[in-house]
Nanobody, 126 residues
Framework: QVQLVESGGGLVQTGGSLRLSCVASGRIFKNYPMGWFRQAPGKEREFVASITWSGGATYYADSVKGRFTISRDNAENTVYLQMNSLKPDDTAVYYC???????????????????WGQGTQVTVSS
């Protein structure tokens, strides 16, 4: 059974920080890179960050580069997203998913699973 459980969201002021966590079922976590995605009200879900299985390589959307850091603990089947210098534009529901690399020449990673967890709400006040 697929399991994706996100946590750690909340309400913060501009410039604040949050650390998100996602626990994934072992079958998924052990076989795929993992990624964070987010969906703001009225917008499509978008890629935020991804990390290879070994953790040796990470990738970020331009909008979060230099502010967010993705990491993973393979022993705990957990992927993290450290978010610093938060902006109101970061307000969204954040989700994790297995991730697959972009097409040649592109930079956006894609989710692997059709299944999504409940997500965790991040709200940044101005």
């Amino acid at each position: 059974q697929v399991q994706l459980v996100e946590s750690g969201g909340g309400l913060v002021q501009t410039g604040g920080s949050l650390r998100l966590s996602c626990v994934a079922s072992g079958r998924i976590f052990k076989n795929y890179p993992m990624g964070w995605f987010r969906q703001a009200p009225g917008k499509e879900r978008e890629f935020v960050a991804s990390i290879t299985w070994s953790g040796g390589a990470t990738y970020y959307a331009d909008s979060v580069k230099g502010r967010f850091t993705i990491s993973r603990d393979n022993a705990e089947n957990t992927v993290y997203l450290q978010m610093n210098s938060l902006k109101p534009d970061d307000t969204a529901v954040y989700y994790c998913n297995a991730a697959r690399p972009p097409a040649p020449g592109a930079t956006t990673w894609y989710s692997v699973l059709d299944y999504w967890g409940q997500g965790t709400q991040v709200t940044v006040s101005s």
